[in-house]
């Protein structure tokens, strides 16, 4: 995406978006980086695994030993990591998943096939990841997970030429009568807000975007590296201001949602 010189600022949005399974091995510091940016992370599981315990050519994925839920696994992927293919799960029962397999070299199930599947849901306190895709999961280092993830392709819809950014760390006071005569704290919640100004140029009718959720970009350098401050937030109020001797324009507020990163880059 070509960025236009001597901006500051944008509001991106999409129509919407496409929810992808991505399978993943983390590295020795638990990071990894997933195969698209612009992404809201909507869960990660744990590396389920198993073999094929059933006839051969099978459709049907079979493991006697499985415990599963019926149908808590539809909409995620298995993958035949014997013939290196996968599909996404139509449904299952207690011990059997039923999935169109491709992209392999038999596509189906044969007795002895090794299998993975997004098994055991993670806790969100135990992983984090920013908006370019890169998973930070240090429980799970060096463990396959699986990436339940939403990917919009993104296109500017509004820019702005001035721009305020708070990013704010709760200190909470722990200070008691056993503290050494200094008052102590510990780490509290993080968030972050901004503001912005736009011209109105265009017929844009931002009152539309109150209370959506879009990617916004606080640029910090507009040349090749693009430098940005980058998250999901949501639009919280529009101001007109109309002075008769100079442009219209039109203040924003934006109220941050889970991390702000600093990026560069397309």
């Known amino acids: ?7 500051i600022g944008a509001i991106y949005m999409s129509s919407g978006g496409t929810q992808l399974f991505e399978r993943i091995t983390l590295n020795g510091s638990g990071i990894q980086t997933l195969a698209n940016p612009n992404v809201w992370v909507n869960a990660l599981y744990t590396d389920d695994t198993g073999t094929h315990t059933g006839a051969a050519d099978q459709a049907v994925l079979t493991d006697a030993g499985a415990t599963w839920t019926i149908n808590a696994l539809v909409g995620r992927t298995i993958y035949n990591t014997t013939d290196n293919s996968s599909g996404t799960i139509i449904s299952n029962t207690a011990d059997t998943i039923t999935a169109t397999l491709s992209g392999g070299t038999d596509d189906d199930w044969d007795n002895g096939d090794a299998y993975s599947v997004a098994g055991t849901l993670v806790d969100e306190a135990l992983y984090s990841y920013t908006i370019v895709g890169e998973i930070t999961c240090v429980s799970q280092a060096n463990n396959v997970v699986h990436i339940d993830y939403t990917y919009y392709t993104v296109a500017q819809v509004a820019g702005f030429f001035n721009w305020t950014l708070d990013i704010v760390g709760e200190a909470l006071e722990t200070t008691d009568f056993g503290s050494d005569g200094h008052r102590a704290y510990i780490p509290g919640i993080q968030g972050w807000s901004g503001s912005a100004d736009r011209h109105f140029i265009t017929t844009l ?6 209370g959506s959720k879009y990617i916004i970009r606080f640029y ?7 430098y940005r401050y980058q998250g999901w937030a949501y639009v919280t109020g529009i101001h007109l201001t109309t002075p008769v001797d100079a442009l219209v324009t039109e203040p924003l507020d934006f109220q941050g949602v889970r991390t702000i990163d600093y990026v560069s880059g397309v």
């Open 220 to 226: 910090m350098k507009t040349t090749t590296t693009k």
């Open 205 to 210: 009718n931002m009152a539309d975007y109150v």
């Open 1 to 7: 995406m070509s960025e236009v010189s001597g901006k």
